[in-house]
């Protein structure tokens, strides 16, 4: 059975609009430099640096809410 790709979050350079759509609904800037901070954040902190795990948008909403802290070097929108 496939997993629904829609629901995991994809890290690719083609699927960046996804972070960017992401980033934007939490109050962060779309540059590219916090796409890049954000693919670190999930890669190493959310995955706990196992790359091959899938992630769901849930997941990545529940570190944000559950650890702020790694996504402070997150520049908001406007800065």
């Given at each position: ?27 962060f ?35 944000l ?15």
């Open positions: 059975m496939s997993k629904s790709d829609y629901k995991f979050v994809n890290t690719s350079k083609e699927q960046e609009y996804e972070l960017e759509d992401w980033l934007y609904r939490n109050k800037s779309k540059k590219k430099d916090n796409i890049d901070k954000l693919k670190i954040i999930i890669n190493e902190k959310v995955k706990g640096g196992n790359t091959a795990d899938n992630i769901t948008w849930d997941e990545l909403d529940d570190a809410k559950n650890n702020s802290k790694w996504f402070s070097s997150l520049a908001l929108i406007g800065q």
